[in-house]
């Protein structure tokens, strides 16, 4: 537009010259027509290079990367980081805290959300060409950008009519998460909206799979880029000061402080503390010196800085907020205010975090909240909760360590058990350490014996062999019945097994997640012998069919995951035998579930004689069943 007005007025200029001086009008012209074409072709190059990505504008059945483009012209496209309310970097911080510094680092929490490069990529994009469902992805790199290839039809917008040969080749942008599994995004070319690319890469397996098929969803073949989800949900948890800037015309202008969870969304903003610790340094200096040099450096601290140095340290806090610090990200919780999540969180270490966040419930605030929302309660709560209110999905762990009694009636904290950074003295390799972020010895029973005396606890209590894992304090206080990422995790609201109330929940209780070949009755039998705990009435099946066959063929998505995963858990294969589980794992084996599939091929393979089990669960239907009728024979 600039090019345009310009040669407007310069022919403008050129035409009253001629008519006044035909002579010096006509060199003029001669001078102004080739620079014209030369200013034409560098706008047009501008123009190709800068263009948002068209979506379905390639009709090529095999489009071409211009190797010329770079990941500087998408910045425009795609979130950016930009400090402001007092956030820093986390580079800033380096300077004092190395040690601290080097062990985020290696932290799961700094790559929680990165701008793609091929270096920060965990997936291979090099010409890589796979296909699921009929649709095929190719993947490459050129220079310091990663591509995709995909039909043209995936990303079509509403109302586009696209052939089925159409494709498209958009750069990827971004990914998230990097511990399990990496999800990548691509700009739509409207501000700064994300689509994801509908293939996820895992870490573990070394391969690319749909996106569907990681997440416990009802099968489909239908294929979702999610358009802005990464802009209006997954910048909540994954990156440091988010703000989501949705105008009121749908357009997205994403800016956070820092991409990833880094020191500020622990700590609170650093641009105080910094400028606080450096006039300290400064009267620091200024006390070898002069009276007079004293005196200016007090002034300037007191006009500069606040009185106290305004950072916050989980570490300093009562076991309830330095655990709200964590339960930001860790909870299923909303804002408050909805305007903050468009404008930026108002939660700062060391506030309350009811002040800004609900935290949902099975009660009645919750659901009259979710009803102004426009969400029907019991979806939401069928999806997160047991029947009696318990977390069932990982991530959330703050919603179930602050229903749990060491919380509530205790001094339980999240850094009971947990170290955000390695401590000194821990031989363990940082990826190691990492896995969990777990402090030293916090795998045994020492995270319990910090306030329950261990002599109170021998055999006597847990009725097991004290060396055995079934006096494990966490194998029967926090069993394994949250489900995420492809495996169960540990609840993280501590109770006790009780066959009546985990059966009213719906949830598999801990005796029977490592006795699966014992039934109900066994169980409870046990319970009320050593414990006192009523016997419920049971069913006839519960009585004689065991739990892990029971719950195998008869539990829900989630139950049969958590099942499955289990049946490939080292110490319920030591209690209950495997020989038996390969028979209903093999059943799983065709689950209408994919995630349900997938860890009951990793479990099977666990068993002995089944190790090389050539088993791919989103393989055509007619190969996996064919894979299955092997492994049952």
Sequence with gaps: TIFVIFWIAAFAVATAVLHKNPRLGKLSFAVLIPCLCLTALAGWQLRVAVQPPSLGSNGSSNPTVDAGI??????????????????????????????????????????????????????????????????????????????????????????????????????????????????????????????????????????????????????????????????????????????????????????????????????????????????????????????????????????????????????????????????????????????????????????????????????????????????????????????????????????GLSESPCYLRGTMSCISCHAVHQEAGDTRQAEVWANDQLAIDMNGDHGCTQCHDADDYGENHTHHDLASSGSRCYNCHMPHTSYGLMKANRSHQLFSPDVGKDEAAGRPNACNLCHLNETLDWTANQLESWYGIEKPKLSETDSTLATGVNWALRGDAGTRALVAWHMGWQPAIDASKPEWMARYLAHLLADPYDVVRYIAGKSLKAIKGFGDLDYDYVAKLADRLTVQADAIK
């Design 70 to 399: 770079t990941a500087a012209v998408y910045e425009p496209l795609r979130p950016i980081e930009v400090t402001g309310d007092g956030y820093t970097k986390a580079s800033a911080c380096m300077e004092c805290h190395d040690e601290q510094y080097e062990s985020w680092h290696d932290s799961y929490h700094r790559t929680m959300t990165q701008v793609a490069t091929p270096d920060s990529v965990m997936g291979n994009f090099k010409n890589q060409t796979v296909s699921f469902n009929g649709r095929t992805y190719q993947m490459t790199e050129q220079g310091d950008l990663c591509w995709v290839e995909l039909p043209a039809s995936v990303v079509q917008a509403d109302g586009q009519s696209i052939s089925s040969s159409e494709r498209t080749q958009l750069p990827i942008v971004m990914s998230t998460g990097s511990h399990h599994m990496q999800v990548y995004w691509f700009p739509m070319g409207k501000g700064r909206m994300l689509g994801q690319f509908p293939l996820v890469y895992l870490k573990e397996d070394d391969r690319w799979v749909p996106r569907k098929s990681c997440f416990l969803e009802p099968p489909t073949d239908q294929t979702d880029i999610e358009v802005g989800r990464w802009n209006n949900t997954c910048l909540q948890c994954h990156t440091t000061n988010p703000k989501q800037l949705l105008s009121r015309d749908f357009v997205f202008d994403t800016k956070v402080s820092e991409f990833g969870i880094s020191c500020e969304a622990c700590h609170g903003p650093g641009e105080e503390h910094i400028a606080f610790q450096r006039a300290r340094s400064t009267v620091s200096d200024a006390n070898s010196k002069s009276t007079g040099d004293r005196a200016n450096a007090n002034h300037h601290l007191a006009k500069q800085t606040p009185e106290i140095d305004p950072i916050v340290n989980p570490a300093n806090l009562d076991h309830r907020l330095s655990s709200q610090v964590c339960g930001n990200c860790h909870s299923m919780a909303t804002h408050l205010d909805p305007a903050t999540r468009n404008n930026g969180h108002t939660f700062r270490p060391g506030k309350e975090l009811s002040e800004s966040r609900h935290i949902y419930r099975c009660n009645p605030d919750s659901e009259a909240l979710l009803k102004r929302q426009g969400q029907d309660p019991d979806t939401f709560y069928d999806s997160v909760f047991w029947d009696d209110g318990m977390i069932r999905v990982t991530g959330r762990e703050f919603s």
